[in-house]
């Protein structure tokens, strides 16, 4: 039997759509770039229909990775499959995923429908997916809570309609290790021809069993594991993929599969998708926690002296992280900040690489120690500045509260901007000057504010959600001065809100010049 579990990762579509983790086009462009180094089989980039914006960014996503296959989603009807293709022309591998509920709940209370109007909706949904896109994935979504002789009947339909990939989701987290194993292994067992397919599992984590649930439905037959980088997702999330990666890997006696997942990448990946969406990752989150492998008390620190194994199953080498996370001195050359960017897993061209050292001596003139996080923050700042509008030049705050801030804004060629304000402290203040300074108003509706790494000097990282005519902005910035880094993020808020605006107006222009 095949022992290869292959690695769908969604956290570009079912992750994206938590509270607090929404990226923009280009960030989720950066992100797939990172999947894509860490080996993912399959990325979910999105689901088209949803907006223009959405189409577009799984365009992107789709054009740009090359070595794994691009999924978009689609309920299935006719509008969602084809706009799904569409978005998928570009892509290398393109992998179309079309899903209904078969639970009797849904059918009743949420589509309205019989068990056998679905069964149609299958056969027409996979049949019309499978002659626009050479491979489609089916979801039976709500599996674990759908009747098994149903969903045995819809798997047959899906298969024989041309599915490539069967999907038995536990859409709400409810079901249990033992459960989901039997379920598989009776699916598996009852469906002719399912040794033609790839069955996949997609767990959420609302009982905190979405691991053991994939790990278990793998015994069941599952050679697919759906899941997100950190666990992020809808409610409590989905499987984390680093924890079930790292099981199988850890266990592979027990657990004896392979999957094409460089570890090395683990942590990286985890670190730039917190750097992008400000989502904190708990300290004693296994694998990429802080806490992952630290070890504090005197007794085990005795024992990791003696043999490291004593207290540690996996090294943090392994899941890409170095036990000294130690950048580089204040007198490290741009050949060592280009060498250690790399090993983190950014190819810096030579433009980006002279802007990243002004950065980096700036930052290590404030701090002694310059770490990995902290590099990894100041690129992710970095590719930010590519696409701002307005730039920040200078910040300066005056008294307490009230506070008065002056800010210096370049935009382009024009001439430069500086604004004053007053507000309730600093921060206040100087998003307040920012707002006057170029002319757009926002409601600050989440600010959160965080040190890079330990120590009194450290790196602190803003990241903040602007409302501005009723729509969210995301904007994050850092520096080791907060004031500072609080009016980067809110100024990249604004930033993104003034480039969507531009978008529109181009947009429209060669309509208002034909009316
Ligand atoms: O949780 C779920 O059922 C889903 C499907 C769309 C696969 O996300
Ligand atoms: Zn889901």
Redesign the pocket.
Known sequence: METRIHIFDTTLR?GEQSPGASMDEHEKLQMAAQLERLGVDVIEAGFPIASEQEYQGVRRIAKAVKTCHVAA?ARAVRPDIERAASALEPAAKPHLHT?IATSDLHLEHKLRMTREQVLENVHNAVSLAKSLVPRVEF?A??STRSDWAYLVEVVKVAVAAGADVI?L?D?VGYTTPSEIKGMFQHVIANVPGSDKVIFSS?N?NDLGLAVANALAAVEGGARQVECTVSGIGERAGNTSLEEFVMAVHTRHQVYPYTCGINTKELVPSSTLLSKITGLVIPYNKPIVGRNAFAHESGIHQHGMLANSQTYEIMTPESVGRSRSELVLGKHSGRAGLASRAKTLGYELDAEELSQLYDKFIDLADKKKEVFDDDLRMLIVALRNEEFEVCHLEMVRTYGGNPSMALVRIRRGDEPVIEAMATGDGPVDAVCRAIEKGINVEGRLEQFDIRATTPGKEALGEAYVTVQIQGKNYKGNGADTDIVVAAAQAYLNALNKYIALKASFETQEAPKAAQG
């Open positions: 079912d989603l899903f979801s979504e709500d999907n989701p859409t997609h959420h």
